[in-house]
């Protein structure tokens, strides 16, 4: 198993390109279930994930041909997909890649809007939470589907079609509002969701629906009309820069007392998160072609915290925040109010050195004089990033192992951070 060796204590100077972001690629690829012209998408990053899921859509149908470099682009350019589901062979998606991934999930609106009927096997939980299901469920009953579970899988079925109607989803959710989205389009008749998700990467999808023959307004806020189409079409869509990658990568330069300009960042899409670094005392610049991030010889101040659907503080920065804050000077309070049991990577930070103590859904985190090299393991995607963001501000050397759940979300991180003069590598075996 692959692992990550930093020697810290390297400032970060220079230039990170971001990618494209996971988070909206996935349910773009999967929206190519709904039509049977092809779907373009430009900027998709080459990850685990993505290609996992280019293995799912497979079994489905979808030919999926990735179109080579054109002149003058780079690998750093991201990837542009050419997805075809001119006819769905398969209905079902299987415990062994559902498992795997759980985004894989969210092909359950397009089969059963396409094809009337879909089984689905349920996700299961996962490091992070117990992660249900149950407003995915009602929220394609709410478009006339019937719904069982039978064998740990979710059977769909609308033989006649789904039927446009009222969603109120419960609680936020990103994953539920992609599902209720894609049913919408194709159902008979007008659909609203209420109290849907409002990050980013569901108005990308909805953009995306847009251009592809869907008719959607109110892309970007809460309430979502939808008045459903009997087919989409072949469309073009660019995929959004990630959020994410942005945040991790300004707190990784933050860390570090680094100049960082991250290229082609879009601070609209984490402006709440940007306001904490300025809060904290890190130097944030925002321009048209991206974001620079600098603190050269201040130092950082404690926040607080609270983990937020947009346009809150994303819970997907919460770990690499909590890295950030250890070397900060003072108490920080850091509240998770999304997932219960995403704190994993506290006690690997412990082992740097950091102090940080869980009451409940929050970290307080003491700020510490330095930060020491150690060996950690990595739990998920976000909390193994943090642990490179601590480990690039440790005295000494820091190893991470299992890094796959790096390779989840992350594009050519190592190659990312080294062009910034970061001392990191990977060890294979
Ligand atoms: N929830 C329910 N019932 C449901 C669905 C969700 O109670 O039927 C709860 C969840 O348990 C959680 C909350 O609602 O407490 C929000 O979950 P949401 O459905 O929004 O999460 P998701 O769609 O499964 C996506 C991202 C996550 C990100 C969350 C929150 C993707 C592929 N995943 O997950 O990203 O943390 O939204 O913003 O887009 C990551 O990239 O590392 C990651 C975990």
Known sequence: MDRIR??????????IRISGAKNAALPLMIASLLTKDTLTLHGVPRLADVTLLS?????????????GKRAGQSTSDGQTFKLTAAEIVDTT?????????RASFWVLAPLLARCGEARVSLPGGCAIGTRPVDLHLTALE????SIELDGGYV?????????????HLAKVSVGATHNALMAAVLALGDTVIENAAREPEVADLAACLVEMGAKIEGI??????????PSLHAAEHAVLPDRIETGTYAMAAAITGGDVFLEGARADLLQEALDILRTSGVEVEETNFGIRVARNGHGLGPVSVETQPFPGFPTDLQAQLIALMCT???????RETIFEN????VQELARLGARIDLKGDTALVTGVNGLRGAQVMATDLRASVSLIIAGLAAQGETTIGRVYHLDRGFERIEEKLRHCGAHIERLSG
């Open 6 to 15: 930093i020697v810290g204590g390297q400032r970060l100077h220079g230039t």
């Open 55 to 67: 293995r799912i859509l497979g079994n489905h149908g979808v030919d999926i041909t990735i179109a």
């Open 93 to 101: 998606a299987p415990y062994e890649m559902v498992a795997r991934m």
């Open 142 to 145: 709410a478009l006339g589907a």
């Open 155 to 167: 059977i769909a079925k609308a033989p006649k079609g789904l039927i446009g109607g009222r969603v």
């Open 220 to 229: 970007g806020t809460s309430t979502l009309h939808i008045e459903g189409v």
């Open 328 to 334: 900060a000077s003072g108490v920080s309070e850091v």
């Open 342 to 345: 995403r704190f994993m990577h």
